[in-house]
Nanobody, 116 residues
C-alpha cells in the first residue's frame, strides 16, 4: 500500500486548504482511511477518518464543523477540506489506512502552516 499526501502550504487564519491523499497498491473497500496531524513538540493526533465502503466519517472534536473528509473511489483518493483554519491547526498532516483496529499504512506528511 502506498499513500501520498499533498496540498499543504501557508495560509492565513480563517482561510482554507484542501489536502489530498492518493492511495495505491490494493483495493480499499474494507479499509478506513484517516488523517492525522502532529504539531511541533506535540504527539500525533487523530483528525478525521472515512470508511471507504460506505463513506461514513468520524471527526476529532477540535475540527468538527470546520474540516470535511471525503473519498473519491474513481481516483482512489481521499481529501481533507479544511476551512476556518486557526493557528493551532499548524502541523504536519499525514494520511493513513487500516483494515483492522490499528492504522498500519502511512503516507509521508504535508506541512500546513496557519499564520495569525
Amino acid at each position: 500500500v502506498q499513500l501520498q499526501a499533498f496540498g499543504g502550504g501557508l495560509v492565513q487564519a480563517g482561510g482554507s486548504l484542501r489536502l489530498s491523499c492518493a492511495a495505491s497498491g490494493r483495493t480499499f473497500n474494507n479499509y478506513v482511511m484517516g488523517w492525522f496531524r502532529q504539531a511541533p513538540g506535540k504527539d500525533r493526533e487523530f483528525v478525521a477518518s472515512v470508511r471507504w465502503g460506505d463513506s461514513s466519517t468520524v471527526y476529532a472534536d477540535s475540527v468538527k464543523g470546520r474540516f470535511t473528509i471525503s473519498r473519491d473511489i474513481a481516483k482512489n483518493t481521499i481529501y481533507l477540506q479544511m476551512n476556518s483554519l486557526k493557528p493551532e491547526d499548524t502541523a504536519v498532516y499525514s494520511c493513513a489506512a487500516r483494515k483492522g483496529t490499528e492504522y498500519n499504512f502511512w503516507g509521508q506528511g504535508t506541512l500546513v502552516t496557519v499564520s495569525s
